[in-house]
T-cell receptor, first 113, second 108 residues
């Protein structure tokens, strides 16, 4: 049982480049989330999804897009990367109505130069 | 939505008991209180949840007074490996936010 898997684990981008971060979960969770964490800071919610085909904005959605075409996958896209998007990105999933049951991935460390 | 307030950081020494308090003045009747722990370079993990009075598990205890306007996470006899960020969550909403948490540093 892999839980939540994030790919890639590390990436360096040049300003203006685009990329997609993939999150996959095998627990049949309805809810999926993308958070970012800057050095020494807490988690900030970027986007989330409460089910296949649905997405919604979180606290800091600007500069990111997401898609949830399949229940088990949640993609985070950066269309034109900026240095301010240098961060560690965490994906999480959980069952509806169970805020004790967040399962997080191991994170993607992204550096934009 | 119940807004939470917790200290930004705390320091402790090995073997001491650490208490981290979270204030949530506008907690709703049906809201549970949940704490997560995040080690460096890892995602947060669930440690304890409670509704009222006291809850204890193998990792921590959670004390909740009768008015439920605050809660205290208690870590007995901390070790260096308890150095982490601790998040207090109240209620359950689709766009759950973890906030800044409390950064606990345990010193030798």
């Amino acid at each position: 049982n892999a839980g939540v898997t994030q790919t890639p684990k590390f990436r360096v981008l040049k300003t203006g480049q685009s990329m997609t971060l993939l999150c996959a979960q095998d627990m049949n969770h309805e809810y999926m989330y993308w958070y970012r964490q800057d050095p020494g800071m807490g988690l900030r919610l970027i986007h989330y999804s409460v089910g296949e085909g649905t997405t919604a904005k979180g606290e800091v959605p600007d500069g990111y897009n997401v898609s949830r075409l399949k229940k088990q996958n949640f993609l985070l896209g950066l269309e034109s990367a900026a240095p301010s998007q240098t961060s560690v990105y965490f994906c999480a999933s959980r069952t509806a109505g169970a805020n004790y049951g967040y399962t997080f991935g191991s994170g993607t460390r992204l550096t934009v130069v | 939505l119940a807004k939470t307030t917790q200290p930004i950081s705390m320091d402790s020494y090995e073997g001491q008991e650490v208490n981290i308090t979270c204030s949530h003045n506008n907690i709703a009747t049906n809201d549970y209180i949940t704490w997560y722990q995040q080690f460096p370079s890892q995602g947060p993990r669930f440690i304890i949840q409670g509704y009222k009075t006291k809850v204890t598990n193998e990792v921590a205890s959670l004390f909740i007074p009768a008015d439920r306007k605050s809660s205290t996470l208690s870590l007995p006899r901390v070790s260096l490996s308890d150095t982490a960020v601790y998040y207090c969550l109240v209620g359950d909403r689709d766009d759950m936010r973890f906030g800044a948490g409390t950064r606990l540093t345990v010193k030798p």
